[in-house]
């Protein structure tokens, strides 16, 4: 059953890579959010962003981490799964990308929080 392997290695990959992008419309919505300090026309105060930076924006990076994860290990399992070796090589690259994603966000993800939090103290300074 390598076709059917194959599908659903297809399948997972795909809908992963859409709820990621969609994590990643949030995150990225959130944090303009957070370094502007204006939400829909209304300005926010310091300690309103800082808790908008630490309960939701670190939540939404936290949950691409972790979907990464749960997806390439996933992946993974169905690979293991697989008899024909391509759609085995096809799951294990895809693992591999999943893994790559979440070592992406994790370092992404601190850098921007290192700004965020630069940008608001000094926003709070003056």
């Known amino acids: 059953m390598p076709n059917l392997t194959l599908l659903s290695i297809l399948a997972v990959t795909i809908g992963g890579y859409t709820s990621?992008?969609?994590?990643?419309?949030m995150i990225t919505g959130r944090g303009d959010d957070i370094v502007s300090g204006i939400i829909k026309g209304v300005p926010v105060s310091t300690r309103d962003r800082w808790l908008m930076l630490i309960t939701d924006w670190l939540s939404w990076v936290a949950l691409q981490v972790s979907l990464l994860i749960i997806l390439g290990l996933g992946i993974l399992e169905i690979a293991r799964g697989a008899n024909e070796p391509r759609v085995a090589l096809i799951g294990y690259m895809c693992c591999v990308m999943c893994a790559f994603g979440a070592v992406f966000w994790t370092l992404l993800g601190s850098v921007l929080f290192a700004n965020m939090m630069s940008t608001i103290r000094k926003t709070a300074r003056s």
């Open 20 to 25: 990621c992008m969609w994590v990643t419309k």
